[in-house]
């Protein structure tokens, strides 16, 4: 069975909720889905899954040391990911905050690791990937089903 995994940092809980809606589209999508705190994931997790969707509040404009952190340590899995279906997902506190270079940021890491990443070209959610400016609202969290949704889907295109 396809799965997808979606690895996720969330201090005060907004892009928690985003994760768990994503997985909830994935899920539509007929995918298995392992939502997982970054803190709880092991490279292993990388390996096994198919797609791979990160998800981080928006810090300084980047991603969360704690998620480099994971990044970094995902040197050990180099190669092993190649090909996998990837995205990713932000909250930021304002609509200029740097959302968009912390979804440039995760995405980077994973096209280092050869990922295919999943762009959205009618900007359910964003074109680089979902955001959420503070809680996300109802129209959000349908962004970021309908996002899971499309990984699903391109992840068993591919699979
Ligand atoms: C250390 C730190 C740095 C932050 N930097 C930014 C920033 O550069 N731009 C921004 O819009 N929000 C920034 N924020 C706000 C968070 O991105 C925002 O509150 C987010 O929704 C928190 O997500 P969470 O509830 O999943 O922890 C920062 C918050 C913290 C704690």
Do not use: W
């Not at 809606?21 to 705190?37: E, L, Y």
């Not at 909250?91 to 890491?109: K, V, W, Y």
């Not at 074109?127 to 962004?143: F, M, N, R, W």
């Amino acid at each position: 069975m396809l799965e997808v995994l979606i690895v996720y940092y969330s201090r005060t809980g907004n892009t928690e909720k985003m994760a768990e809606a994503i997985g909830d589209g994935v899920r539509d999508a007929g995918v298995d889905v392992r939502v997982k705190n970054v803190e709880e994931t092991t490279l292993d997790d990388l390996q096994t899954a198919d797609g791979v969707v990160l998800g981080a509040p928006t810090y300084f404009g980047s991603m969360p040391g704690v998620m480099k952190e994971f990044v970094d340590r995902s040197i050990k899995v180099r190669r092993k990911l190649e090909g996998k279906v990837g995205a990713a997902f932000t909250s930021s506190n304002s609509i200029s905050g740097g959302n968009e270079t912390t979804l440039i940021s995760m995405i980077e890491a994973m096209l280092c690791h050869g990922m295919i990443i999943i762009g959205d070209p009618i900007k359910t959610g964003g074109h680089y990937g979902v955001v959420s400016i503070g809680k996300p609202d109802d129209e959000t969290l349908e962004a970021c089903k309908e996002f899971g949704r499309r990984v699903g889907e391109l992840v068993k295109k591919l699979g």
